[in-house]
């Protein structure tokens, strides 16, 4: 049996509450975004991952994506090597290109984005709402 599937349902009670009003986004605010970047092995995973835990401790709502195509961020998440395993990365044909009215093609999403996250979200120990953007299946020469 795999990890739950789903947007995490956060607890009160034990993720404590949404304490908002220190600038940070919450229930109160909008959303933001947090990317993580640097040179390999500097440690983005270990404080991707830190830093999804601790604020999802406080009552917010997370949604980690892991765009690596050799993801690891589940493990730093708190799920164990074969959950991990487990977790069904977004399908290449998410993005669909449309002709607008106007004659100018633009790519969008097949799928609002919040049946996306319920679709693909993996909860994990601490409520956090993990993604994988994909994941190489099989080594290949050159
Ligand atoms: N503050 C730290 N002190 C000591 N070791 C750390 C620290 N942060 C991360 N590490 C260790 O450094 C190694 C690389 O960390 P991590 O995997 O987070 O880096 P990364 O930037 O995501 O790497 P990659 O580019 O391969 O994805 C890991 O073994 C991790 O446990
Ligand atoms: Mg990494």
Redesign the pocket.
Known sequence: MGPPKGICLRDPAVHGRDVGGDGMAGDRGGARRVAIC??????????AGTLARVLARTGRSVVAIDG?S?P?LAL?LGLSPAEAERIVPLPRDLLVERVEPSGERATVLREPPDRIVQTYGVCTPDNVTLILMGRVDHAGAG
Do not use: R
Request: without cysteine; aromatic residues 0%.
């Open positions: 640097g040179k390999g092995g500097s440690g983005k995973t270990t404080i690596d050799n690891n730093t």
